[in-house]
């Protein structure tokens, strides 16, 4: 199979689809890598990098001119719509429900749109959790450094000192972006309060953090009372393929402390609050009732080697498959691989992405 891995595109995005041990890999399986000169230049890899491997560097146009299977990190920009071809598949983080241009762009071409972050095995999202780990490690401290008083925020220092309380964050979700960011609270000294809907997950880290931090069964009214109280809110939810459930509406904001820290890592999903908009490292917060609001789409992007290095270790048995069995083979044999499929022949494939959109749902057959 031919497989293309371009250079990502977005505002400060880094990382790479493939690093070069990962198209060394491939191409020693017999495949052909078509790889765009510089991708990988961000995460730390040169082009002789890929030469090495076995990789052909070819220019954009051309590459996905060839390539039958596209492999990227993010979502198609406007800019790369043009580049798409009916019969070509797509496998990246597509994040499709908050994003119906793109969707629409995907079913007219009739690309096979192959999303990470649908991928589910066992209960876990294999693919979707390197880069949660990530953006839930990375909240907290992008969120304590604009509680700076000079960026804004309440001028309150996480961890306190002798006499003085730490900050208060409030986790909203326990998976692993929210599992992630309660480690970082609780090394940073603060105060961690974490609302989840199912009791399950809550149990699993009031053990894995010896009751450092608070469990709280998450409802509109618990909500509400630990907003008025959060220094820095960390919006840790998701829902696979579909849009993030919106719990902070415009009333509940206005609750907040002035200068409190919203950091929605959820935003590639929608957001989990009302006046959550996604933003780029470029520019990366805005400020809505005095709560600012940090809401990169990307947030990984900011640490590229690791988000790279992890991502292709997660992704490449996938990418295996795939390029092996050619796309439609792959999927009707593994299930689990099946749960990636977003668009199929002009259709959406996925029923909680066709829920979100309002379409009709395909099953893949």
Known sequence: MI???PKEIKSHEYRVGLTPAGVGELVRAGHRL???????????????????????????????????????VKEP????????????????????????????????????????????????????????EVAGRMAPLVGAFHLQRVHGGTGL???????????????????????GAARVCVGLGMEAVVLNRGVERLQRLDELFSGRVRTVVLNRDALREELRQADLVVGALLVPGGRTPLLIDREMLGTMKRGAV?????IDQGGCAATSRPTTHDDPVYEVDGVIHYTVANMPGAFPRTSTLALTNATLPYVKALAGRGIEGALRADPVLAGALNTWRGAVAHPALAEALGLPFILFA
């Open 157 to 179: 220092l996480p961890g306190g000192v002798p006499g003085v309380r730490p900050a208060r964050a409030l986790i909203l979700g326990a998976g692993v972006v929210g599992s």
């Open 3 to 5: 497989i293309g891995v």
């Open 262 to 266: 919203l950091v929605d890592v959820s």
């Open 77 to 132: 920009l406007p800019e790369e719509y043009g580049l798409l071809r009916e019969g070509q598949a797509l496998f990246t983080y597509l994040h499709l429900a908050p994003n119906r241009p793109l969707a629409e762009v995907l079913l007219a071409k009739k690309v096979t749109g192959l999303a990470y972050e649908t991928i589910e095995k066992e209960g876990t999202l294999p693919l979707l959790a390197p880069m949660s």
């Open 34 to 72: 078509l790889v765009e000169p510089g991708a990988g230049e961000g995460s730390g890899f040169s082009n002789d990098d890929y030469r090495q491997a076995g990789g052909e560097l070819c220019g954009r146009s051309e590459l996905f001119e060839r390539a039958e299977l596209v492999v990227k």
